[in-house]
């Protein structure tokens, strides 16, 4: 899996982790954020939410353009200041007026633009690793273990930003409710119900802080504290940042020879460099454009997990579990299930009798130390909607080596499917996970009913882990495979701005994620599934009708 891999990757792609667990950090509570501290609404929270997404994969294309012509690490270390500043501006507490919201807008350009110019060319630069033929037939498995490496770092996101939040309220002997800041604006707003000023009262009754307090005191002092205890899990990405930084420049002599761009890759060896056609080109250009435009509806479902999938999580789902699924709810639990994942594959793969031993022995520990953890848990476990978060960058830990050595068995038989087909595959695994979710909302009361309340009617954690499940498969089949095809496919002096492309894609489908949003009080709740259950299957029917269009183009 590792084996015969440059060690490059590795450098790549932990500098991409500590970058990635800022981001999900941040992003994990970004839509709670907004709605706590701001009162927006469900429509324009997830309207911001989704022309945030857009523009952070939307500045990847201009990133592109830029790097092809001065250079792709120049492009990076000039993205991580950048970013820098906009989650330290993010992380500064600010009132709940105007200057606040010019301040969050800001941070969130700042953000955008930064990661316009670091992500999509780290990328580039792991690809053209892959240039060398020593290394060019592993292009698919690094950038599934690259994929990986990324959600090690969004994996514990959510629960860094639980902690941070939890903390820094209980600094005031607060807990965190779901029902608490959709009550408390109605308060300030003067437009609470008797019913809800009871629900209200009970809540706050609970918090110790809150005692003495009546409440249109209490109000405004929750959101307060809530809102700062949010700064704080932004300020996680600053730190993150600065780790990055320090394995990028630690180890840049590991893949500086991949920081070249088009124009550079000739001028050092003109022999090297083999033009395309402009025929080719343009077959090349067409290819990747079919597929850009199916990414576009993957992203659109697959984003729900931040908005409408959050707000399931909030709303309609039970805040505590018991039993054996508690086990989800501890990343450390997690963590060592996915550590075990590969220990026990090495098993398999190792090459001595002795090194199949000690992975046999590891691999026992590491199950006997989440057992034991488990154990040690309390018989209730309180749960918040960023935790589910934590299950997609789990599966894709865990399941990339499966997916490796599926996919590795397929070609030595010659029966593994071309990167187009995956991407094909995975929308209609995709519109299966949303179907799960489909069946989980029938008979509860939609959003309109419930006014931004919670559901007196709450259903089972399962549900939305089973869903993250299926949704992570389609994730594995399309995003690892199509990055992997960009780099493989774009002619050379178009590589970043192909990537860049990608991203656009990928942007252009965060945006839409706001149209579920905009549906999400005028019709049924079940009906917002089966809206992106159809959605995903025409893209991959889309996709499989254009197929022999574009597998030629990469002949």
């Keep these: 899996m590792f084996k015969g891999q440059p060690k490059g990757l590795f450098a790549l792609a932990l500098a991409n982790t500590g970058e990635r667990f800022g981001y999900y950090t941040m992003l994990a509570i970004f839509l709670l954020f907004i709605q706590a501290k701001f009162g927006f609404s469900a429509a324009a929270a997830t309207q911001i939410y989704s022309i945030f997404l857009a523009g952070v994969y939307f500045m990847p294309f201009f990133g592109g353009v830029l790097a092809d012509k001065i250079g792709y690490g120049k492009c990076v270390t000039i993205g991580i200041g950048v970013m820098f500043l906009g989650y330290l501006c993010l992380a500064v507490p600010t009132a709940a007026d105007l200057t606040g919201k010019i301040m969050m807008f800001g941070a969130l350009t700042l953000i955008a633009i930064g990661t316009g110019l670091f992500k999509g ?12 033929p020593k290394y060019s037939s592993r292009r698919d498995a690094a950038f599934s273990l690259f994929y990986m490496a990324i959600n090690v770092g969004s994996m514990f996101a959510p629960s860094m930003a639980k902690a941070m939040t939890n903390w820094s309220l209980g600094k005031y002997d607060l807990v965190y409710n779901a029902n608490v800041p959709a009550l408390a604006h109605q308060v300030m707003d003067g437009t609470i119900t008797p019913e809800n000023l009871a629900n209200l009262q009970n809540i706050a009754a609970t918090m110790p802080g809150a005692a003495g307090m009546d409440m249109a005191a209490f109000a405004p002092y929750y959101i307060e504290r809530l809102s700062t205890a949010y700064n704080g899990g932004f300020a996680v990405a600053c730190v993150s940042l600065i780790l990055s930084v320090l394995i990028y420049y630690g180890c840049r002599s590991w893949f500086k020879h991949a920081d070249v761009n088009a124009k550079q890759a000739k001028a050092a060896n003109p022999a090297a460099e083999t033009e395309l056609t402009p025929a080719q080109t343009k077959s090349r250009i067409s290819a990747l454009i079919f597929v850009f435009a199916v990414v576009i509806f993957f992203w659109m479902a697959f984003h729900q997990n931040g908005a409408t999938m959050t707000f399931f999580a909030r709303d309609y789902t039970a805040s505590s579990v018991t039993g054996g699924l508690r086990i989800g709810f501890n990343i450390w639990c997690l963590a060592l299930i996915a550590l075990s994942v590969y220990t026990l594959f ?69 029966k593994e499917p071309s990167a187009p087909r995956k991407i094909g595959l995975g929308m209609f695994v995709a519109g299966a996970g949303f179907l799960i979710l489909t069946l989980g909302s029938m008979g509860l009361a939609s959003p309109k009913e419930l006014g931004g309340t919670v559901s007196p009617d709450l259903v ?39 990537m860049g492309g990608w991203f656009a894609a990928t942007a252009i489908g965060n945006y839409l994620v706001s149209v579920p949003g905009l549906l999400w009080m005028r019709i049924p709740l079940w009906s917002i599934w089966l809206v992106l259950i159809a959605i995903c299957v025409l893209a991959g029917v889309f996709m499989f009708a254009n197929m022999k269009k574009i597998e030629s183009a990469t002949e």
């Design 346 to 414: 090495n098993v398999f793969q190792a090459e001595s009798r002795k090194a199949k031993i000690i992975s046999g022995a590891v691999t026992a520990g590491l199950w006997g130390l989440a057992a034991a953890l488990y154990m040690k848990m309390p018989g209730t476990v309180n749960i918040q909607p960023s935790d589910f978060q934590q299950f997609n960058p789990f599966y894709v830990v865990a399941l990339t080596p499966v997916s490796l050595a599926i996919f590795g068995a397929l070609a030595k038989k010659g």
């Design 460 to 498: 089972s954690p399962t549900w939305l882990i089973s869903t993250y499940l299926i949704l992570t498969f389609a994730e594995l089949l399309l995003s690892p495979m199509g990055i992997s095809f960009v780099s493989k496919v774009a002619p050379p002096k178009y590589k970043g701005m192909m």
């Design 121 to 132: 060319n780290l990328q580039v630069m792991v690809g053209n690793l892959y240039d060398d």
